[in-house]
């Protein structure tokens, strides 16, 4: 145990309203008799993404000894295997620093410039429109920010045939938007299916979460597909929800 940044919730503002759960894309926030409630003080990485979300401002970053916050177990409540372990201690893993060795094949160039899969602007959630052309009837991809600079094979493997919205559930603000877009974009869009690209480190479930939470809103049945990528840029799953 050691002293470190930690969510505060104040019991007498909350009012229960189970905002901040999906918003903590740990998972690290649940709702116990009426109330907002760290799960397990491990579980929360203290960065305060959860903040912005709470609508009577009972959400704030203390100082105060605590557990280290835990991959493992966060991994573990997310229901899925952790990132990979890189020596590195302490942390948000979505901020490690790490370095990645590449085989000397990866140096060699392909061909020619490769064509790119993208059919329309712009691309981040906050800025698309679910009256768009391009999104009516379309497979969507919802790829979190980081997904394209990891994969090789983003354009080709991912992109192609498919309407792209892009974000990022740790660092965006204004995430209620997302979800009323998402909400949209399945009743008024009517996209076919949705993709959800993310990767292996904990906070990208939140996205994941954000698209559940819209589906169950929405008036229409979506098939859902989630595919999960390694720091390095391999799909670790790849499933439909």
Sequence with gaps: M?????VRIDE????GCGVCVPACAEGAIQIVDGKARLAADNLCDGLGACLGDCPEGAITIEERDADEYDEAAVAKRLGRAPAHDHGHMGGCPGSRVMTFERPAAAAVAAAGPQASEL???????HLVSPRAPYFQGADLLLAADCT???MGDFHSGHL?????????????EGQDAYLEKLVALV?????????????EV????????????????????????????????EVIAEDWI
């Design 12 to 15: 007498e503002k909350c009012t």
């Design 160 to 172: 192609k045939g498919k309407a792209l919205a892009i974000a990022c559930p740790k660092l965006d």
């Design 187 to 199: 009743d008024e869009a009517r996209v076919n299916t949705i993709t959800v690209l993310v990767m």
């Design 202 to 233: 904990p906070c990208c479930g939140g996205l994941q979460r954000l698209v559940e939470e819209a589906l169950s809103r929405a008036s229409r049945k979506v098939p859902l597909k989630r595919v999960l990528v390694s720091l390095q840029g």
């Design 119 to 125: 059919r329309q602007w712009p691309v981040q959630l």
């Design 2 to 6: 050691a002293k470190r940044s930690i």
């Design 148 to 150: 394209a600079f990891a």
